[in-house]
């Protein structure tokens, strides 16, 4: 039996989410026809969490910050029909070069002009991007409630937070955290090991992946150690996919059901991205990943 979770995702209020996400880290083409393809080809494959950040768009080719939000909303303008498509989902508390900022001022300040920048009157859910270790958590959660109360956020979830800091978040918010969004893919196994995962399953939080492709190095192989390269490519093989697609399955294997957020910005890819869901992964098969990964046996 494959360890694959291929369900969709119950997203606290915001209804189902399918196993794959759409990230808009790269989604820095300004041509709207362009960016609008990009969106849909996305949705069409079930992609229907949509997953920006204001800082996006600062790096990776956009032209500063806010500048991916400001395309989504050019497109939501031609294309207002998408809305209702999507889940969608921002992230705000990153300020270059501060680099963090989740005070009350600054964080209302952020959520407002986000929700200008994507011309929409709601973002399904806001998340925090990284913690401001200067922030108290009462006062982040208080923001964040009041947004909530003013019907301008739906749900609220964390990026980048330890176990530790979303729980002295959670324990201060008036309603459960819908997401916590951490880095993990074959290359990057933490949130398996830190508790990230455990406090998910024992919350009934949505697990959100980001970089399940660990920067593209599991698609290309680059920089892979041998063993691991071997191992997703005996199994690409063997399942009559590429390694990008084993890599995908791997992070969808976990217990915890995580989403893994899709960042191609290739209409053919992106659709192909949904091979991952047929593959077979068993239990034999992700523990040789982790060992390959980590270079040493499991004991």
Known sequence: MSLVQTHRRQLASLGEVGPLAFGLWRFTNADVATAQGILESALDAGMNLVDNADVYGFD????????????????????????????????????????????????????????????TDVIDLYQIHRPDLFAHPADVAATLAALRDEGKIREVGVSNHTPAQVAALAAHLPFPLATNQPEYSALHLDP????????????????????????????????????????????????????????????????????????????????????ALDVTLTREDVYSIIQASEGVPLP
């Open 192 to 275: 398996m090991r830190d508790g990230t995962f455990d406090d998910c399953m024992r919350t009934g939080t949505v697990a959100l992946a980001w970089s399940p492709l660990g920067g593209g190095r599991l698609a290309t192989g680059d920089d892979l150690r041998p063993e691991l390269l071997d191992v997703l490519d005996r199994l690409a093989g063997r399942e009559d996919v590429d390694r990008a697609t084993i890599a995908i399955a791997f992070v969808l294997a976990h217990p915890a059901a995580p989403i893994a957020i899709i960042g191609s910005q290739n209409p053919q890819r992106i659709a192909a991205s949904s091979a």
């Open 60 to 119: 990776w080719g956009g032209s500063g910050f806010g500048s991916v939000e400001e395309i989504l909303g050019s497109v939501l303008a031609v294309a207002p029909s998408l809305r209702d498509r999507m889940v969608l989902a921002t992230k705000g508390g990153i300020l270059p070069p501060l680099p963090y900022d989740s005070s009350p001022e600054y964080l209302r300040r952020a959520c407002e002009a986000s929700l200008r920048r994507m011309q």
